[in-house]
């Protein structure tokens, strides 16, 4: 049988999923993993906290791949069963196992918590299972192959901790695995301030190519291209997006801001690190979030001193010293007080930059003059101060108002050091 | 074989989903709708746009369920071979539908399109096949009885066509069909401060209750509990949630925070705006992440002033008025430099409460006497301040430590409104 049996299979595991209650984010961070990897995938299923339904759902993965990749339900109440329901399938008794009744001790401890009922189930895995470590929190997975040439990795639904587990310990053995046909590699390249129709029409060409393939994935106003190559080695495929990433890059021109791990703000911080100058924020509509994006950085603080949040008129008065007779005259909402604002906090924290946002986040206190989605961002520099005026309609509400506002503040200080 | 099967399934097609590049937005939703109009649902699944895995998928759920529910594969590309592979799954020759053609017809007409090639493959449907009206799009849908007590509906992948013809012809069929068993209605209560597992230990009795059933969901710091019910009519649903959410609640004393959509900062702004009074915050590890949760809540401007985002010490020195002697006595991360923090910040913005929190982040800056994970809070208001210690430890990195700091300093003021 295990000729007709290939490739990986995701089952995620969880009632809240078949109510609808959450997105199955986990599917596709794994499966955009098992792509990167080059392994092939063909079938991904969901199922509820129900024995029967989940045996029946792994003996049928059984019989079509050779690795089976299982989320959710390895938490410590009566609904997490998917240990043990994996073990009876396959007959296998659970066994418990100290190094993992040790680890979850030790992370109980360390936060203060005491040891609920329930956790020792977390500590019993199928014999012959090697534990999956979770190196963030207390439930582990497993790596079991219950019978030949057939595998199953289990992961909790948390995704962050699904995420971690899967970078430590499950990528490194999926790739010593054999499964995957020579090797993928791929590079991200990241654009701000162009579209995804608008980038995909520039780069047409190259979303025709079939090694590399070259496929746009668009978020909140970022868009990206991940560039995806096969060779026998990483060295061949490395060398077939080289010429592709180049020829991309000056397409992009200004509006790639960076590859892989690269964000509008460590972008920032690095030119200004360089630089050997400091950095300010002054923030209205957006809270903190660009502060909040800046400090998310490990190291910022070697350029960003901090910032003031002027949600309220009178913090921008009282401590970024914009004048009363100017908010009265152009509203919060207004290129001169943005200015002002950013004016204020390079001098208030006495920094070489300043980054400042006011704008209407909605739902409320929009009007035709100054509709919901106006927003006025400034950066004031050494040289001056540069102001953007960005007009983001209501349809789409507060939160992608807020995060745009954040991407393009820090966009527009970008463009200034470039 | 009839007597086997039971509710609904969904299967999507498409091999972006098995490439990770979208996420399944439409299961969700199906989902969603289905668990509204108290449609029994067991499984999901994904296949690629692979006529043979098509087929096997279908042939597993024409074994298991009663209503199969598939989206995606309804195009003019040949790539999208849904209905053709449905057709001949169960041997049952196509038929050209003049109907849908003309419908296709007029609405490309109407926005200027010219008919392309692949369009009259759109309106080839399955003999006996009844045809689901696409109001929005060119890809009209079926519900096809291919056996008996087995229908297959079929939607486009494109989210509002398909939700069109949910609403349209989709629900007002399943609701016909009987399938339907009452409704089901569901509930959130949302703790902060308690684990899941001691959540669930304490609630235990309710974890094994079928009608409500109750299950836990953990989250970065947040755990909630899901109240399910299912009755006859909305109001008989309700009626069974209603005691044992008082129960519940009951049971969580304070750490329950609020139920379906609240968030720390919603309640803590509503207590805030009932008593008439203000807020503000300084932060320093969480750099404007507290200010951000905060205003990300419409409205929050009744409330929230703004604050200081004080990275660099000298900002704590110079715009909260935190004494240099402290800081260079105690360090930053200490109780009384965060004490010092939130006094400034209530003195410097005439704030009613101030929240403050200063931390090592990490992954640098740790000691062995003040480790990566420390986290120093306060809240200080019309009779003083209280401050909090917290050591989240370094394993969860560092979006973790400022995600949960973020949390426990509102929940600091929340448990000081109480």
Redesign the interface.
């Known amino acids: 049988m295990s000729s007709l049996r290939s490739g990986c299979e995701i089952l995620c595991i969880g009632?809240?999923?078949?109510?609808?209650?959450?997105?199955?984010?986990n599917?596709?961070?794994?499966?955009?993993?098992?792509?990167r990897l080059g392994l092939p995938?063909?079938?991904?299923?969901?199922?509820?906290?129900?024995p029967e339904?989940l045996r029946d759902?792994v003996l049928?993965a059984a019989g079509r791949c050779r690795v089976l990749i299982c989320t959710g339900g390895l938490?410590?109440?009566?609904?997490d069963l998917t240990t043990e329901t994996l073990a009876s399938t396959f007959n296998v008794p659970l066994q418990h196992r100290p190094e993992v009744m040790a680890d979850i001790a030790t992370?109980?401890q360390?936060?203060?918590?005491?040891?609920?009922?329930?956790?020792e189930k977390q500590a019993l895995l199928p014999q012959g299972a090697a534990v999956l470590p979770n190196?963030?929190?207390t439930a582990a997975g497993m790596i079991w192959t219950p019978q030949p040439d057939f595998t199953v990795l289990t992961f909790p639904g948390?995704p962050?901790e699904m995420q971690a587990m899967w970078q430590q310990t499950a990528e490194p053995w999926l790739q010593q695995q054999g499964l995957a046909q020579g090797t993928f590699r791929s590079r991200q390249l990241r654009f701000w301030g162009i579209g995804e129709s608008t980038l995909a029409e520039r780069v047409a060409p190259y979303l025709e190519y079939t090694n590399p393939t070259v496929?746009p994935?668009a978020g909140l106003g970022e868009v990206k291209l991940r560039i995806t190559a096969w060779g026998e080695n990483s060295d061949d495929a490395d060398a077939l997006i080289a010429p592709v990433e180049q020829a991309i890059r000056q397409i992009g021109g200004q509006d790639c801001f960076g590859g892989d791990n690269d964000s509008l703000a460590s972008v920032v911080l690095d030119q200004l690190r360089q630089r050997g100058q400091t950095l300010a924020?002054a923030?209205s509509?957006?809270?903190?979030?660009?502060?909040?994006a800046?400090?998310?950085v490990?190291?910022?603080?070697d350029v960003?001193?901090?910032?003031?949040?002027?949600?309220?008129n009178?913090?921008k008065q009282?401590?970024l010293g914009v004048p009363t007779e100017l908010l009265e005259r152009e509203g919060a909402v207004s290129a001169s007080v943005v200015e002002a604002m950013a004016q204020g906090a390079r001098q208030?924290?006495?920094s070489d930059w300043a980054i400042a946002v006011s704008g209407i986040?909605?739902?409320?206190g929009g009007s035709a003059a100054k509709p919901v989605g106006l927003v006025h961002l400034a950066v004031a520099g050494p040289e001056g101060c540069t102001t953007l005026e960005k007009r983001y309609g209501c349809h789409r509400g507060?939160?992608w108002i807020?995060g745009l506002s954040v991407g393009d503040a820090l966009n527009l200080l970008r463009l200034q050091l470039i």
Not at 15 to 25: K, V
Not at 75 to 79: L, N, R
Not at 285 to 292: K, L
Not at 298 to 301: A, R
């Open positions: 009632t809240e999923l078949l109510l609808g209650n959450i997105l199955n984010s599917a596709r961070w794994i499966a955009e993993e098992l792509a995938h063909f079938r991904q299923s969901v199922v509820g906290d129900n339904r759902a049928e938490g410590p109440t009566p609904d992370k109980l360390a936060r203060g918590r005491t040891m609920a009922a329930g956790t190196p963030t929190g948390v962050s496929a994935y924020v923030e509509c957006t809270g903190g979030g660009v502060g909040s800046l400090t998310g490990s190291g910022s603080s960003l001193l901090g910032g003031v949040i002027a949600y309220a009178r913090i009282d401590l208030q924290l006495s986040a909605g739902p409320g507060r939160d807020r």
